[in-house]
């Protein structure tokens, strides 16, 4: 099946700092959505991606969808406290069916103030 | 609005015993996806059910798992005879269209004792 390797698997930063993720994938996904999640709730998307070469941003978040569609990275600027949380990738391949896809195992974001 | 409402919020159940997770779509939404998440890793797709009917179940184990979005109501995600191995949290998500992006719930955290 369809995996996605994520990196790095966590990261400690100093507020104010810049993070940079990324995600790779053996086959090609038509989409790539970024989530985050916070302890007991559930993933909150944060950027939806649609075009191989797409950058997006959204506020202090921006991501770009790799030309050859295996791959996504997302950058947060000047982080905060409130960053803190798990940052997932995600493919959909199936169409424009975004709804069905196959997340990564995330990176846990820790912020000192 | 209301977003995508999961309940319960955890669920204790007892191994051999049955285990009903509900969920309550975004109004509007007919299309509804369940993931599976265990500690520390990414979610797994399970089924993608549209009102009535199961469109792709291709992550639902085959036995003791199903799925239903009826006409009128929730849809339940029903694990029957359970196992240590089922605990893990369950997501929802829903969709107004096939290629929308999908609204997640906060979640069920099964527990099997």
């Known amino acids: 099946g369809q995996q996605l390797n994520q990196s790095p698997q966590s990261m400690f930063i100093q507020e104010g700092e810049d993070v940079s993720m990324n995600c790779t994938s053996s086959s090609i996904f038509n989409t790539w959505l970024w989530y985050k999640q916070d302890p007991g709730e559930g993933p909150v998307l944060l950027i939806a991606?649609?075009?191989?070469?797409e950058l997006t941003s959204n506020g202090r978040l921006t991501a770009q969808f790799g030309t050859t569609r295996k791959d996504s990275f997302l950058n947060i600027s000047a982080s905060i406290p409130s960053d803190v949380g798990i940052y997932f990738c995600?493919?959909?391949?199936?169409?424009?069916?975004?709804?069905?896809?196959?997340f990564g195992d995330g990176t846990t974001l820790t912020v000192k103030p | 609005n209301a977003g995508v409402m999961q309940n319960p919020r955890h669920l204790v159940r007892r191994r051999g015993q049955e285990a009903r997770l509900r969920c309550s779509p975004v109004k509007g939404h007919s299309h509804v996806y369940w993931y599976r998440q265990l500690p520390e890793e990414g979610l797994k797709f399970m089924v993608y059910l549209q009102k009535e009917n199961i469109i792709d179940e291709s992550g639902m184990p085959k036995e003791r798992f199903s799925a239903e979005f009826p006409k009128e109501g929730p849809s339940i995600l029903r694990i029957q005879q359970v196992v240590r191995g089922d605990s893990a949290a369950y997501f929802c998500?829903?969709?107004?269209?096939?290629?929308?992006?999908?609204?997640f719930g906060q979640g069920t955290r099964l527990t099997v004792v």
């Open positions: 998500a829903s969709s107004i269209d096939r290629g929308t992006e999908a609204f």
């Open positions: 995600a493919g959909s391949s199936t169409g424009t069916n975004a709804g069905k896809s196959t």
């Open positions: 991606l649609y075009k191989a070469g």
